[in-house]
């Protein structure tokens, strides 16, 4: 039965469309030598995710680009999760406090799940 809860069948509602951000705070571990890992950190956000920023780009890229988010939808709890994960997994980092916002565009409040670890 706990098969069927995860498949398509057991699911009310799917994900949409929206615009979504993350609030991601990171404590990063002591090291006088380092640089802050700002660069790799969105890096690690945006293939965990598999939803990477597009600004300006050219409509046949921007079909690709909505196939690809079509092909990959999540809750913002999802997201959350993938990024709990992620980050305590990533190296230099000993906590972290997170907020996945989807701005609904279906309802009058925005969907918000949060995780943090060691923070």
Same mark, same amino acid.
């Given at each position: 039965m706990a098969a069927w809860l995860g498949s398509e069948e057991g699911i009310l509602a799917t994900p949409h469309s929206q615009r979504s951000f993350v609030e991601c705070r990171l404590r990063l571990a002591e090291d006088d030598n380092a /640089?802050?890992?700002?660069?790799?950190? *969105?890096?690690? *956000? /945006? %293939?965990t995710l598999?939803?990477?920023? %597009?600004?300006?780009?050219?409509?046949?890229? /921007? %079909?690709?680009?909505a196939l690809a988010n079509g092909q990959n939808l999540m809750f913002c709890e999802d997201a959350a999760r993938r990024l709990d994960k992620a980050l305590r997994q990533a190296p230099g980092v000993t906590g972290f406090q997170l907020k996945v916002v989807h701005a609904e565009s279906l309802h009058a409040h925005d969907a918000v799940a949060r995780s943090e670890w060691n923070w």
């Open positions: /640089e802050l890992p700002i660069e790799r950190s *969105i890096d690690r *956000i /945006e %293939q598999g939803t990477a920023l %597009q600004t300006a780009v050219k409509r046949i890229d /921007e %079909q690709a680009f």
